[in-house]
T-cell receptor, first 111, second 115 residues
């Protein structure tokens, strides 16, 4: 498959454990944040988003936390499964039409 | 709905050749985008189009041109390909809800190699 990010930071977790992926964003004026999942050879896929008027949002097995004070975003995945193995990107919406992506974190899930 | 589609999936060019990457979306989105993705670099915005008839430069526009042909289609052209343009190219589209931007939907990508 396509190699996306040869030098990405990697998080290795055991199947069934919880995963936490962190992201520092750059612009204090950003008001919309998104987490994407990218599997090898595929385009990024939307996971969850959060607006700046919130500090937590939950989806199915995923939670996003936003700390505007330190410009930090995290993605928590509960009961991590082998199918969660992928590269995860955070993105911030600096202007209404522009997303700036982080470099990504590779999540490896071991049985 | 097919979502965002891109053609071709793979392409090999020689230095100096030209080509156009095609993108179409069937979600009635106003905004469309072209990104490139290099290993370890995440996604970088090349050009975007906030609405039919408008285009704007992103972070890395040099060496590229775009055309927003209609609301559905947004093409990316390389006039004279260079090895530095070897990359994976993604097209994306997004809508708005009550004036607020929403998530971008991505196509499957075009893997371009310039020799």
């Amino acid at each position: 498959g396509e190699s996306v990010g040869l030098h990405l930071p990697t998080l290795s977790v055991q199947e069934g454990d919880n995963s936490i992926i962190n992201c520092a964003y750059s612009n204090s004026a950003s008001d919309y944040f998104i987490w994407y999942k990218q599997e090898s050879g595929k385009g990024p896929q939307f996971i969850i988003d959060i607006r700046s008027n919130m500090d937590k949002r939950q989806g199915q097995r995923v939670t996003v936390l936003l700390n505007k004070t330190v410009k930090h975003l995290s993605l928590q995945i509960a009961a991590t499964q082998p199918g969660d193995s992928a590269v995860y990107f955070c993105a911030e919406n600096i202007t209404p039409d522009k997303l700036i992506f982080g470099t990504g974190t590779r999540l490896q899930v071991f049985p | 709905n097919a979502g965002v589609t891109q053609t071709p999936k793979f392409q090999v060019l020689k230095t100096g050749q030209s080509m156009t990457l095609q993108c179409a979306q069937d979600m009635n989105h106003n905004s469309m985008y072209w990104y490139r993705q290099d290993p370890g670099m995440g996604l970088r915005l090349i050009y975007y189009s906030a609405s039919e008839g408008t285009t704007d430069k992103g972070e890395v526009p040099n060496g590229y041109n775009v055309s927003r042909l209609n609301k559905r289609e947004f093409s990316l052209r390389l006039e004279s390909a260079a090895p530095s343009q070897t990359s994976v190219y993604f097209c994306a589209s997004s809508g708005t809800y009550r004036g607020l931007s929403e998530e971008q939907f991505f196509g499957p990508g075009t893997r371009l190699t310039v020799l």
